[in-house]
């Protein structure tokens, strides 16, 4: 929005210029075609800004958000290094995965999956 006034501001001070210079009346064609030929090189470099504007807010919000994603990785890997590696079925905890893959491989573990059947009488 502010870029839609400067445009404005920037194309009255052009018309009261060419106005102050030369008298309505006595204005040729190509002194109007010169007007709007600025006016149309105003609009244009006004859009140029509003992007720029846009892409600079845009950037910002991706900073602001590429920020908070390498925090949540740093939680991840912090949490990931802290937390046991855990037995689903004995809730046995272990420091690293090979002792939670031979903790699986280990008989007591096996015992605990399928339990011998009852005997019957």
């Not at 030369?22 to 992007?51: C, W, Y």
């Not at 845009?58 to 939680?75: K, S, T």
């Not at 890997?77 to 079925?89: E, F, I, L, N, W």
């Not at 031979?102 to 999956?113: F, L, M, N, V």
Request: net charge neutral; charged share 30%; glycine share 4%.
């Amino acid at each position: 929005m502010r870029f839609g006034a400067i445009t404005l501001v920037l194309a009255s001070l052009a018309t009261m210029t060419f106005a102050q210079y030369e008298s309505f009346d006595a204005r040729s064609d190509d002194a109007v075609l010169n007007a709007r030929e600025l006016l149309e090189d105003l609009g244009m470099h006004a859009r140029a800004l509003k992007g720029a504007a846009l892409s600079a807010r845009r950037l910002e919000q991706l900073e602001v958000r590429m920020l908070d994603l390498e925090d949540d990785i740093h939680e991840l890997v912090t949490r990931a290094k802290s937390d046991p590696y855990v037995c689903p079925v004995c809730d046995a905890t272990f420091k690293t995965t090979k002792e939670l893959t031979s903790h699986k491989d280990s008989k007591g573990h096996h015992k605990k999956i399928a339990p011998a059947p009852a005997r019957r009488p």
